[in-house]
């Protein structure tokens, strides 16, 4: 099979379009055929600095796609069905390897390309705003990058749950646009302050959950745009920065601070997530929620579809089609 891979962490310039062999599914694991690949932050992340255990690596945490072949003992899925699957790595492929338990059906009514932007866009969105964010009705939520994959899935959700949403991004026109997911009050980043804007919003007071996708100086100011007892979901290094040191407000707000990875829940709590993406899937598949998509590179273009994302001018998710 066709696959983009790497030999060494680096920039977008170090994955290659080669040949690889085809993966063969294990027990308890199913084989896809890949049909999108919604491409994840986390890739990023994963192709500049995580250890290398073997080489060629082929990186990729999510993709949909139709079951090709069965590992013993797999009874949920069957050949032929259609599905979407997080896997700790290797979706950048023609083919692609997963647990049976994080492979989703996907309703004939969705297109596969949508679906490959579900489970850990909005399941990571809705942990960080209910499970972790513990976000009531009535409550008002802040989303740093909210032009993301992540950030556009939070915008929706707690719109939908009765808050009242704030956002962050770089350009007015993905402000513009992020008015019509549900998004109450839009920020530029570049040109305004955040905190001082969320404390105009807020009357003084601040949010009660923040969704930091950004983390670095990014996660030093969503502490100061807390409210008392308020929440944060921190879920990514999208900054690259170390961070900061200061967080000591949280101490005298009473506040508090949660990391959020998703894939995580779906090896500890598959009887708690399972059905939360099964439902997320159906809402998309109503029409309740949206996936949006920015573009579409083919799988050999893999390096300009991570440089797209790293140059932040993305709304929505890009993906990666073999």
């Given at each position: 099979m066709k696959a983009a891979v790497y030999y060494e962490n680096g920039g977008p310039e170090v994955l290659r379009y080669e040949d690889v062999p085809d993966p063969q599914p294990g027990p308890g694991e199913v084989l896809l055929r890949v049909a999108a690949v919604g491409v994840q932050?986390?890739?990023?992340?994963?192709?500049?600095l995580a250890p290398l255990k073997s080489t060629p690596h082929v990186v990729g945490y999510q993709a949909?796609?139709?079951?090709?072949?069965?590992?013993?003992?797999?009874?949920?899925?069957?050949?032929?069905?259609?599905?979407?699957?997080?896997?700790?790595?290797?979706?950048?492929?023609e083919l692609a390897v997963a647990q049976a338990g994080n492979a989703y059906r996907v309703p004939e009514n969705l297109d596969l390309k949508l679906a490959a932007g579900i489970p850990v866009e909005f399941g990571t969105a809705d942990d960080c705003l209910f499970e972790?964010?513990?976000?009531?009705a009535g409550e008002t939520v802040?989303?740093?990058a909210a032009a993301g994959g992540v950030g556009l899935a939070a915008v929706q959700l707690a719109k939908a749950a009765g808050a009242t949403v704030i956002g962050t991004a770089s350009q007015p026109d993905k402000l513009e646009r992020l008015a019509g997911y549900g998004l109450d009050h839009a920020i530029n980043y570049r040109t305004e302050d955040v905190v001082t804007r969320v404390m105009?919003?807020?009357?003084?007071?601040?949010?009660?959950v923040v969704v930091d996708p950004v983390g670095g100086r990014t996660l030093e100011g969503s502490v100061a745009a807390l409210a008392y007892r308020g929440r944060i979901s921190w879920v990514g290094q999208a900054g690259r920065e170390a961070q900061p040191p200061n967080i000591g407000p949280l101490m005298f707000k009473n506040a508090s601070i949660n990391g959020v990875y998703f894939g995580g829940e779906m090896a500890h709590n598959p009887a708690r997530t399972r059905p939360l993406v099964e439902g997320l899937i159906a809402r998309v598949a109503s029409g309740e929620l949206t996936v949006v998509l920015d573009e579409e590179f083919p799988l050999e273009r893999a390096g300009d579809a991570h440089r797209h994302i790293e140059g932040r001018t993305a709304f929505g998710r890009v993906l990666l089609v073999p």
């Open positions: 932050g986390g890739d990023l992340l994963h192709r500049q949909s796609g139709t079951v090709v072949a069965l590992g013993e003992g797999v009874t949920s899925l069957a050949e032929g069905d259609r599905v979407v699957a997080f896997m700790q790595s290797g979706s950048h492929a972790f964010g513990r976000l009531q802040l989303v740093q105009e919003l807020t009357g003084g007071r601040g949010v009660d």
